[in-house]
């Protein structure tokens, strides 16, 4: 069973910098696309950055130049960067393995609209103004 576990959520004032982490525990990981999304109370959850397995990378307009994704094959592991931390990146941050990345490409799909087969539990974002 293929399970995605977050960490590195926390409090931060605004201005401040995170770095979640996701292990994704798989023998696939390098082939496949990976993202994170969010949701805060209230709202739809939102796709905030996307890389894929030839590392190729999308964010979210909101969240360009500030957050970065990457990720470490060898130690089956995702990253999002974030930088420059705002009151509304406040939420919810889940990590998402393994899309019909293939399909979505040749239907030239929003990377960010993937859809994932694997989820994380999620780690709280607080960012204090």
Same mark, same amino acid.
């Given at each position: #069973?293929?399970? $995605?576990?977050?960490?590195?959520?926390?409090?931060?004032? +605004?201005?401040?910098?995170?770095? =979640?982490?996701?292990?994704?525990?798989?023998? @696939?990981?390098? %082939?496949?696309?990976? +993202?994170? @999304?969010?949701? *805060? $109370?209230?709202?739809?959850?939102?796709?905030?950055?996307?890389?894929?397995?030839?590392?190729?990378?999308?964010? *979210?307009?909101?969240?360009?130049?500030? @957050?970065?994704?990457?990720? !470490?094959? +060898?130690?089956?592991?995702?990253? =999002? #960067?974030?930088?420059?931390?705002? $009151?509304?990146? %406040? *939420?919810?941050?889940?990590? +998402?393995? !393994?899309?019909? =990345?293939?399909?979505?490409?040749?239907?030239?799909?929003? $990377?960010?609209?993937?859809?994932?087969?694997?989820?994380? #539990?999620?780690? #709280?974002? %607080?960012?204090?103004?």
């Amino acid at each position: #069973q293929v399970q $995605p576990v977050e960490s590195g959520g926390g409090s931060v004032a +605004a201005g401040g910098s995170l770095r =979640l982490s996701c292990v994704v525990s798989s023998d @696939f990981f390098s %082939t496949y696309c990976v +993202a994170w @999304f969010r949701q *805060a $109370p209230g709202r739809e959850r939102e796709g905030v950055a996307v890389i894929d397995s030839d590392d190729i990378t999308t964010y *979210a307009e909101s969240v360009k130049g500030r @957050f970065t994704i990457s990720k !470490d094959n +060898a130690k089956n592991t995702l990253f =999002l #960067q974030m930088s420059s931390l705002k $009151p509304e990146d %406040t *939420a919810m941050y889940y990590c +998402a393995a !393994d899309c019909k =990345l293939s399909y979505y490409k040749d239907y030239e799909v929003d $990377p960010l609209e993937y859809e994932y087969n694997y989820w994380g #539990q999620g780690t #709280q974002v %607080t960012v204090s103004s």
